[in-house]
């Protein structure tokens, strides 16, 4: 299976503090997508990061990809009680595997 | 715009008992996804239809049919509802396969 696999699975923090997050996966991929889902809701796109990319940034999110480690991870900098969230990785395969696979998450607590 | 739309929000059936999810979605995607989401299990693909007129099975597919009527909808169909489908399944849609995925905000499904 390509599926994501996020480490840690919970993490704990307080506002103003870094958060970083892992997503490890096994087969090749197209693309690596991150996505937030707030408690009793529907998940949110966060970021893309494409295979040939290396490092993207959007606002406070920094997400980097290692293909060669098959690893990504996620850097939201200067946290805020509202990112409190799980936080999803997706990979997507190559050709007509596209799907995209999700992993079990890592629920983030920002205390204020 | 509405997004993507699911009905209902909520449902409770008795084992045995068939019923139909609806989804549709205004944004004019090509490709529609089906989800489950259970707790510490992430959310898992169960059908996906990467374009008009096609439907695959994902990594949960046993006990449910799908139906892309049209380029905006895409319904999921339990024949015999089981205690094990309970669950809070997810529509997606995207506008290329595999890429960044829009949600609704969920069915929250419980099999008695």
């Known amino acids: 299976s390509q599926q994501g696999e996020e480490d840690p699975q919970a993490l704990s923090i307080q506002e103003g503090e870094n958060a970083t997050m892992n997503c490890s996966y096994k087969t090749s991929i197209n693309n690596l997508q991150w996505y937030r889902q707030n408690s009793g809701r529907g998940l949110v796109h966060l970021i893309l990061?494409?295979?040939?990319?290396r490092e993207k940034h959007s606002g406070r999110l920094r997400v980097t990809l290692d293909t060669s480690k098959k690893s990504s991870s996620l850097l939201i900098t200067a946290s805020r009680a509202a990112d409190t969230a799980s936080y999803f990785c997706?990979?997507?395969?190559?050709?007509?595997?596209?799907?995209?696979?999700f992993g079990q998450g890592t629920t983030l607590q920002v205390k204020p | 715009n509405a997004g993507v739309t699911q009905t209902p929000k909520f449902q409770v059936l008795k084992t045995g008992q068939s019923m139909t999810l609806q989804c549709a979605q205004d944004?004019?995607?090509?490709?529609m996804y089906w989800y489950r989401q259970d707790p510490g299990m992430g959310l898992r693909l169960i059908y996906y239809?990467?374009?008009?007129?096609?439907?695959d099975k994902g990594e949960v597919p046993n006990g449910y049919n799908v139906s892309r009527l049209n380029k905006r909808e895409f319904s999921l169909r339990l024949e015999s509802a089981a205690p094990s489908q309970t669950s809070v399944y997810f529509c997606?849609?995207?506008?290329?396969?595999?890429?960044?995925?829009?949600f609704g905000s969920g069915t929250q499904l419980s099999v008695l």
């Open positions: 239809s990467a374009s008009e007129g096609t439907t």
């Open positions: 944004m004019n995607h090509n490709s």
């Open positions: 997606a849609s995207s506008k290329g396969f595999g890429e960044k995925l829009f």
């Open positions: 997706a990979t997507g395969g190559t050709g007509n595997t596209g799907k995209l696979i």
């Open positions: 990061i494409r295979s040939n990319e």
